[in-house]
Nanobody, 127 residues
Framework: QVQLVESGGGLAQAGGSLRLSCAASGRTFSSYAMGWFRQALGKEREFVAAISWNGYSTYYADFVKGRFTISRDNAKNTVYLQMNSLKPDDTAVYYC????????????????????WGQGTQVTVSS
């Protein structure tokens, strides 16, 4: 069982940057593709980005392309989300999760196809 802990959230101004981290416990972290999701107040959880087990393949929601970058360091059991050019609409609780599908390719963006969710980290972007 892998447990995930997100960190790095906080308050940022529009146009600013934040870097989220997701630390995993367990020796099998590198066997999984990973994803980042977010959930704004009153809205459904939505896909943000995902990365294959080796970091070679990355996937992004259209609304973050060119602004966010997902990466991972398997030696540190950590996946990152670098967020640049932040907008007020990026305000949400951000969660990381493990893909239940293939570790080499993320073919689904549905929250139900991910598991072992962390507790989330709040990101607030002011205008």
């Amino acid at each position: 069982q892998v447990q995930l802990v997100e960190s790095g959230g906080g308050l940022a101004q529009a146009g600013g940057s934040l870097r989220l981290s997701c630390a995993a416990s367990g020796r099998t972290f590198s066997s999984y593709a990973m994803g980042w999701f977010r959930q704004a107040l009153g809205k459904e959880r939505e896909f943000v980005a995902a990365i294959s087990w080796n970091g070679y393949s990355t996937y992004y929601a259209d609304f973050v392309k060119g602004r966010f970058t997902i990466s991972r360091d398997n030696a540190k059991n950590t996946v990152y989300l670098q967020m640049n050019s932040l907008k007020p609409d990026d305000t949400a609780v951000y969660y990381c999760a493990i893909s239940r599908g293939s570790p080499s390719a993320v073919t689904t963006r549905r929250p139900g196809d991910f598991g072992s969710w962390g507790q989330g980290t709040q990101v607030t972007v002011s205008s």
